[in-house]
């Protein structure tokens, strides 16, 4: 997901206050161009505590775990008993540090940092942003190749596809 992308959604769809921050410079910058204000997002480092304001409830953290060396350090330095959204793919990657395989491997990994209260997968979208021209010459390109057929379709495997398992609990 681009940078903001989420805190976009949020801002349009619903009432939800959000702050974030990047250790990137340029991520901010693209998350401020996108939602008109250079307010929402600052630099920080996950993996000091002194990055997280005293005052969350919820701690959004997608696409982030799986890059770190300490990512259970990073959850130390999570609020207790704050509200815990997270995401981790299912596939590998030349930047990922670790990913997994099953839902008890996510279980295992941080259940004894979170509470984890709902696990559940999203596989990757095969084709984005097409229009439906595009998409059915997708479909006439891949007429031969059924596993690819059945991916554009929406019917591919999650294990096969890949995708994230997401999880959604209490910080211990």
């Not at 701690?59 to 704050?82: P, S």
Request: with cysteine.
């Amino acid at each position: 997901m681009a940078p903001a992308q989420f805190a976009k959604m949020l801002s349009e769809k619903t009432r939800i206050k959000y702050n974030g921050f990047d250790f990137s410079d340029a991520a901010i910058q693209k998350a401020s161009n996108l939602l008109g204000t250079n307010k929402i997002f600052a630099i920080g480092d996950a993996t000091k505590a002194t990055s997280y304001p005293s005052t969350y409830t919820t701690i959004v953290c997608t696409e982030v775990l799986e890059h770190l060396n300490d990512d259970l350090g990073v959850i130390d330095n999570w609020k207790q008993g704050a509200l815990c959204i997270c995401s981790v793919p299912n596939y590998d990657s030349v930047y990922h540090t670790r990913f997994f395989q099953t839902k008890d491997e996510v279980i295992s990994r941080y259940g004894r940092k979170i509470n984890i209260l709902e696990l559940c997968t999203v596989k990757k979208p095969i084709l984005t942003n097409l229009s439906i021209s595009n998409y059915f010459r997708e479909l006439r390109w891949n007429r031969y190749k059924p596993k690819r057929l059945m991916e554009i379709m929406g019917l591919g495997d999650f294990n096969n596809i890949g995708g994230w398992f997401i999880f959604i609990g209490y910080k211990l």
